[in-house]
């Protein structure tokens, strides 16, 4: 049996479309079709059900799936480290928050740097749009909070970022504390009048923490919007008022007494971050030795 057209299929089953299997491959689309249509002959059974979007795979095409994936990806490998050995390295295309990749992803993976790897990045904060760039070839690895559910890409938890609520100073001190710790749905009113700083108009830090911490969704509207963590934090820190930010982004200007935390609850609220791949891509040994690297410095953060 043909191996570019084994490839082809496995292509086509991890991607669940032909269209995004060609950009992968490099090949035009009439090509993918042709070729799965080929091997179809040869087997004499449909691989896929077409679908009015994408395919999915008959019981024969999760078998043979099953079964060339593995030896697929082990050639890869091993062409891998031949392309390796020659000096010819890949390029790493990574993409996320620009916040969460500054501070925690390219200081992870500068030590690759100096072993020959060369790394691009898109940053942004859009969850959804990493992960179509992941599917359709544009990156190698994104990091996002946003788990992908089922499609043609492996995730594996990061780590978990404590949301830590502050404010500066003087607001901090026109705050009901004794209100505030009582938590329930009403604690929250020890925060009326306090400006809201938020990176979205739908308040996604805020209203996470408002519902974990005090059972309750917030009732004002964002003051300042602006997509950047860092800004979020840098306009708290200004006075413009409060905001939910990661702990890791923050602890400096909290220990400066720049910002003050105004809560500290026994079980603060968590979000998770994952390391996302295309499904069969870590046979890539560029690829894998990020997503290693990631995993382990992720033990510390």
Known sequence: MDLALLRTFVAVHRAGSFTRAAALLGLSQPAVT????????????????????????????????????PHLDALLRIAETEREAAGALRTLHIAGPPEFVCRRVLPALAPLIGQGQTLRTALTADAEEVLDGLSSGQH????????????????????????????????????????????????????????????????????????????????????????????VRDCVRAGAGLAVLPRYLCQDAIDRGQIVSLLEPAVPPLRTWFVVVRTGSLALAHLARAHDRLLRAAADW
């Open 140 to 231: 190698d690895l994104v990091v996002t909070t946003g788990r992908p559910r089922g499609g043609p890409v492996t995730a594996t938890p990061l780590c978990d970022e404590e949301q830590v609520l502050v404010a500066a100073p003087y607001w901090a001190a026109l705050v009901d504390q004794d209100l505030l710790r009582d938590k329930g749905p009403g604690s929250a009113a020890a925060l009326d009048g306090i400006p809201v700083v938020e990176v979205h108009e739908s308040l996604p830090l805020v209203t996470r923490y408002w519902a974990a911490v005090f059972d309750a969704l917030p009732e004002a509207a964002a003051t300042v919007v602006v997509p950047d963590l860092r800004a």
């Open 34 to 69: 042709s070729q799965i249509r080929t091997l179809e002959r040869q087997l004499g059974r449909p691989l896929f059900h077409r679908r009015a979007r994408g395919v999915t795979p008959t019981a024969i095409g999760d078998e043979l799936a099953h079964k060339a994936a």
